[in-house]
């Protein structure tokens, strides 16, 4: 797993040494739920192993009984009816029974003691996320007692190393699921209902995550990638987020703010610090500092983000942000601005 | 003298006939109803076949400057001998996915702010059969790019067209004047009148 990640600076490579192990080693835990980074993951991937060892040991053993007895039956000619035998049957058979019922006793309470665990009831969390799915993005908000405090975002979502955090799943239109492999289970978001999953990431890096729940044409491309990093870090990126959007800093800029100001882009989408208020569309403030274009889909550059304004549908077809067919300047003048954003 | 001639012609023919007949009503009975079955079979296989599904246009194209070619007119009177009325096709209104698109549009560009779900508010009602503007494809799309008085804003430049013919679809449909297979049954969100589909034509 984890091929594509390449051009995220994936899995930790940021905030670890850069050795060229730990490269690798990340490379294998970019979308992985056999790679735990957290504890809710940790105990997924544990009753995983568990369940595993114990069907493999039980599948063997039936293998193995069932070769003795293909071996047994050709060397009979006649059926033993005598009553030692009968009577050995009887004690093999109260053996394999008592053995199954045993072993799925345990199973169920090892699965009943791993959702136990699971459970995000009487947890203490240091922070609330809103995250609503979209056909087909994400969108992430940091909530906050104070309104002015709420950060906004979409298609990435941080979190601090070593802290639980709720979030808040809601959905505007279809069922979509949160997956992030890494992390936790899946979770569906079901419109007009609120889900609660608690995460935790106890190793720093970078995740992709995906909608698990079949969502319409660009399900497949429905991600987001999750950034797992140092408390600071993450207080100093929400301080960033909170704040509004820089001004324009020179004359391109000023130009691609008026584009998206007076064209299509502002009926959608919405840049905190401007008059560009819309919620159909992620929230731009701060796309500038973003890795990712289209839920995940692309790497954040000039040149595919000039491409995603053009014309998103020829990276995801089906997609709802309509084809935009400004002058080459207007175009180069936006994507200034857009890129400014950080 | 006539008729025996033929008979005489092919004497055997009437004879294997008439077996063959008493053969089905004696036996064939089954054999009878498993033909009808397959006759109906294939041709409700050959209706099914012409079935078509609505193709639903994945990449949309560049939006088109073009407006209406100046046909549209808001008023009745003219002078001297009258043209004919020419409607222009909005071929939105034959895709059951643009009218929803349309429907999605409303909301997503708040026209339901002035207009409420129809039923008007701030601005006139459109789920009513009263136009001030005309009721046309041509004069709603109008209406949206370029404003009228009284708060009506102008849309222009700030929609693709395709976008503005799937919302004159929509608030046609609320008149009943888009075809049933294509208008809305339901809406994502509270329903608050009957459904755009359910809606009786107005004259």
Known sequence: MGVGGWWLGVGGAEFQSPTPNSLTLAFASYQDALSPAGPYAGTIAGIWWVYLLICAVVWVLVMIGLALAVRRGRRRVEPDKSTASSAHGVRVMTFAIAATVGILLAMLIASIAAARALSPHGERVTREILVTGHQWWWDIQYLDERPDRIAQTANELHVPVGERVRVILASSDVIHSFWIPNLHGKRDLIPGYKSILTIQADKAGIYRAQCAEFCGLQHAKMAFIVIAEPKEDFERWLTTMRAPAPHPKNADQQRGQQVFLMTSCVMCHAIKGTSAGARTGPDLTHVGSRRTLGAAVIPNSRGNLAGWIADAGSVKPGVLMPPNPFDPDDLHALVAYLESLK | ?203
């Open chain 2, 1 to 203: 003298m006539k008729n025996s001639h033929p008979v005489a012609q092919f004497p055997s023919l009437p004879a294997p006939a008439r077996g063959s007949s008493e053969s089905c009503r004696a036996t064939g009975q089954p054999r009878n109803r498993a033909t009808h079955a397959l006759i109906l079979t294939l041709c409700l296989l050959a209706a099914a076949a012409a079935c078509r599904r609505e193709q639903r246009q994945l990449r949309r194209s560049a939006p088109a400057s073009t407006r209406t070619g100046g046909i549209v007119r808001n008023a009745e009177l003219q002078p001297g001998q009258p043209w004919p009325e020419v409607t222009v096709r909005n071929v939105s209104e034959e895709k059951a996915y643009d009218v929803n698109e349309g429907q999605r549009l409303y909301r997503a560009y708040n026209c339901n702010g002035c207009h409420a779900n129809g039923g008007g508010g701030i601005g006139p009602p459109l789920m009513d059969d009263y136009w001030i503007y005309g009721s046309h494809p041509e004069n709603i799309h109008d209406v949206i790019l370029e404003g009228r008085p009284n708060g009506m804003p102008s849309f222009a430049g700030k929609l693709p067209d395709y976008q503005v013919w799937e919302i004159t679809a929509y608030v046609r449909s609320m008149s009943g004047l888009v075809p049933k297979n294509t208008a809305p049954a339901r809406t994502d969100h509270m329903q608050t009148k009957i459904s755009e589909q359910s809606k009786k034509e107005e004259q």
